[in-house]
């Protein structure tokens, strides 16, 4: 929502405790966050996306990491930031977890990116080799789900 409106007030904390508070409405569990979930539970309902239209992209939409790549790439090019999950590995105990971060740019051998990580500074550039190495090694996988917000019009 901050690329579309610079002075909103949804945070990726935000979106976390609405998704918090809406599971907890409806006895679900908030360990099960996804971007299908996030989107039914917050995007769909909060007042604060009102100008919001989320499009989620599962990943049995999703071909291979070519077809991922020009999803994103397209996304880009209509002038729409694309949100996609990364895999990222825990050591102790060896646990992998989901980290989402924004792309808003994207080169031949990268996708710039937005991090909510505060350790990180953004924008950035995800090697798209790495991400690849990344979604087979840690997800068994080449392609990830996402979400794409558009301004409703």
């Not at 935000?14 to 679900?28: D, G, H, M, P, T």
């Not at 070519?66 to 790439?73: A, N, Q």
Request: aromatic fraction near 10%.
């Amino acid at each position: 929502m901050k690329y579309f409106e610079p002075k909103s007030n949804v945070t990726e904390e935000y979106v976390l405790r609405a998704f918090i508070a809406e599971c907890a409405k409806r006895n679900l569990n908030p360990h099960d966050i996804s971007f299908l979930s996030i989107k039914e539970l917050v995007i769909d309902r909060d007042p604060n996306f009102a100008s919001a239209k989320a499009q989620y992209i599962g990943r049995s939409e999703v071909r291979n990491f070519e077809h991922l790549k020009h999803l994103v790439r397209d996304s880009i090019n209509q002038g729409v930031p694309h949100i996609i999950s990364l895999p990222v590995q825990f050591p102790d105990p060896p646990l992998t977890r989901w980290h989402i971060v924004t792309v808003v740019g994207y080169d031949d051998f990268n996708f710039r990116v937005y991090d909510p990580n505060p350790y990180r500074t953004s924008p950035y550039d995800l090697q798209l080799p790495r991400l690849l190495s990344d979604l087979q090694a840690l997800a068994q996988s080449e392609i990830t789900d996402s979400l794409v917000i558009r301004v409703r019009v």
